[in-house]
């Protein structure tokens, strides 16, 4: 993630950010589509999702 996405992110409210790269390849098919990042905010002091990145499998 590049620091001009993260600011894209902020834009729309993130506070923050779990990566969740490190997908196990026995259950991964090689070209799918998978999320990649998950950003976080809180609205009327609640946790909610905000956007998702999502990345292409290669291996």
Do not use: H
Request: hydrophobic share 30%; charged share 20%; with cysteine.
């Amino acid at each position: 993630m590049t620091g001009d996405s993260w600011q894209q992110q902020r834009s729309l409210g993130a506070e923050w950010t779990i990566n969740l790269e490190g997908l196990d390849t026995t259950t991964a098919e090689n070209g799918g589509s998978y999320p990649s990042d998950v950003f976080f905010g809180e609205t009327n002091g609640e946790l909610c999702v905000v956007d998702i990145e999502w990345g292409t499998v290669s291996f």
